[in-house]
T-cell receptor, first 116, second 114 residues
Framework: GENVEQHPSTLSVQEGDSAVIKCTYSDSASNYFPWYKQELGKRPQLIIDIRSNVGEKKDQRIAVTLNKTAKHFSLHITETQPEDSAVYFCAAKQSAGGTSYGKLTFGQGTILTVHP | KAGVTQTPRYLIKTRGQQVTLSCSPISGHRSVSWYQQTPGQGLQFLFEYFSETQRNKGNFPGRFSGRQFSNSRSEMNVSTLELGDSALYLC?????????????FGPGTRLTVL
């Protein structure tokens, strides 16, 4: 089955700096890669996603890049703010069919701390 | 639209008991997936339901089961609770569970097994 590795496990930056979180996946059939942000005691919230027919997607201060050949994707947050502090999870999902429905395989998470 | 809701939000049970958790998806969403979140194992997929049918199942023992009703609401049941079942149980809904459907999470049910 799919395996997703996420690095780093913790990341500490100063306000205004950029933060980069990287994930690798194992199954070349995966074609959907969402990123979730989870604040303490709250539900995971989708912040950005990318589909395998796209190499990069940007939404204001957040961007995601995908390298299908190398099977890795990354989250980039620019001009970080203290409210960006949270746990970030990457995930991968296989194309539909067979046993892949509904199953997101998650990375282990990155604790991002943005210091004022 | 109202988001995904889960009840109850907190549960305390003792070993050997059973528990039922409920999830109401976003209106119009027909796929409901369940995940277990623990500090050690992270977010792990339990199962997914669509149109009252289980379409996919993760690597959990048979003590974990679920069902979905005609209105797409879903329940999961854990029988013969063990200490290791203590976790945050999250459900997520999507339109159809297709490969590129976005999954929206509920707030979770925090289960503590004593």
């Amino acid at each position: 089955g799919e395996n997703v590795e996420q690095h780093p496990s913790t990341l500490s930056v100063q306000e205004g700096d950029s933060a980069v979180i990287k994930c690798t996946y194992s199954d070349s059939a995966s074609n959907y890669f969402p990123w979730y942000k989870q604040e303490l005691g709250k539900r995971p919230q989708l912040i950005i996603d990318i589909r395998s027919n796209v190499g990069e997607k940007k939404d204001q201060r957040i961007a995601v890049t995908l390298n299908k050949t190398a099977k890795h994707f990354s989250l980039h947050i620019t001009e970080t703010q203290p409210e960006d502090s949270a746990v970030y999870f990457c995930a991968a999902k296989q194309s539909a069919g067979g046993t892949s429905y509904g199953k997101l395989t998650f990375g282990q998470g990155t604790i991002l701390t943005v210091h004022p | 639209k109202a988001g995904v809701t889960q009840t109850p939000r907190y549960l305390i049970k003792t070993r050997g008991q059973q528990v039922t958790l409920s999830c109401s998806p976003i209106s119009g969403h027909r796929s409901v997936s369940w995940y277990q979140q623990t500090p050690g194992q992270g977010l792990q997929f339990l199962f997914e339901y669509f149109s009252e049918t289980q379409r996919n199942k993760g690597n959990f023992p048979g003590r974990f089961s679920g069902r979905q009703f005609s209105n797409s609401r879903s329940e999961m049941n854990v029988s013969t609770l063990e200490l290791g079942d203590s976790a945050l149980y999250l459900c997520a809904s999507s339109l159809s569970g297709a490969s590129t459907d976005t999954q929206y999470f509920g707030p979770g049910t925090r289960l503590t097994v004593l």
